[in-house]
């Protein structure tokens, strides 16, 4: 048997403790760069997560402040009547009523075949505890097209009045009607109202002219008789019901 050489043995152990450290050096090395590489995609995930929620977070912000600002909408045509068509009327005419949120006002207009318009009635917008409020108009033509009777309510209470669409004449009428018309033969207007916010009266005006007839302030109620072509009005009052007959036709009490 041959001797071992302690020298020999040594050089040995020596030689697989080098080569062992040599084989695992590329191992740890690869495990660094994987936890690294780790490390920093967690790092750009975060980043991208808080950059997105806080892009969220404005973006909801000021779709709020938007809503919350914006109490004025574009200026928008609400309604539009064309008269139909009549022989005793030689240029037709659109009325119209506009809110106007650039002036912040509410108008009513007419505009003629060549597109130029004329102011019949405009009020401001106001401020109701916060809210913008914008008065509205409503209106109806006599049956022949030459007049238009319109209101206004949302404004103080409210006010109607009375327009010759060919002459361009307005009159106003300090109240809002429960009945008002023109009789069927659209020589004369008449309005009444029991009272309110906006008061009461009854008013009865000649046409084409608008020159006042009748015009009293009280509580009336008036009920026109095509068949005998009259208006009955009513009043009431502390001393008790008094009752008129005004003709049409006749032009009298």
Not at 117 to 122: F, V
Not at 158 to 168: A, P, R
Not at 195 to 223: D, M, N, R
């Amino acid at each position: 048997m041959e001797d071992i050489n302690e020298t020999d043995i040594t050089d040995q152990i020596l030689g697989n403790l080098s080569t062992h450290k040599s084989i695992s050096k590329p191992k740890n090395i690869f495990k660094l760069f994987f936890f690294i590489s780790i490390f920093i995609l967690l790092i750009v995930i975060i980043s991208f997560c808080f950059i997105f929620f806080n892009k969220k977070i404005y973006q909801s912000s000021n779709n709020n402040t938007s809503q919350i600002v914006s109490t004025i909408t574009p200026t928008e045509v609400i309604d539009q009547i064309k008269p139909t068509n009549s022989p005793e009327i030689e240029t037709l005419q659109k009325v119209s009523f506009i809110k106007d949120d650039k002036n912040a006002v509410s108008k009513l207009i007419t505009t003629d075949e060549n597109n130029k318009e004329t102011l019949i009635s405009e009020v401001e917008y106001f401020n109701m505890d916060g809210t913008i409020i914008k008065p509205e108009y409503r209106f109806v033509f006599s049956s022949d097209n030459n007049f238009l009777y319109y209101t206004l309510s949302g404004y103080e209470g409210g006010f109607s009045g009375l327009y010759n669409i060919q002459n361009k004449i307005n009159k106003t009428i300090p109240f809002l009607s429960s009945s008002a018309n023109f009789n069927d033969s659209n020589n004369y207007f008449y309005s009444c109202d029991e009272g309110g916010i906006s008061g009461g009266g009854a008013v009865i005006y000649k046409l084409p002219e608008l020159s006042p007839i009748y015009e009293k302030e009280g509580s009336f109620y008036c009920e026109y008789n095509r068949i005998n072509n009259s208006l009955k009005i009513s009043e009431d009052s502390n001393s008790g019901q008094s009752i008129e007959y005004f003709s049409f036709t006749s032009g009298s009490f």
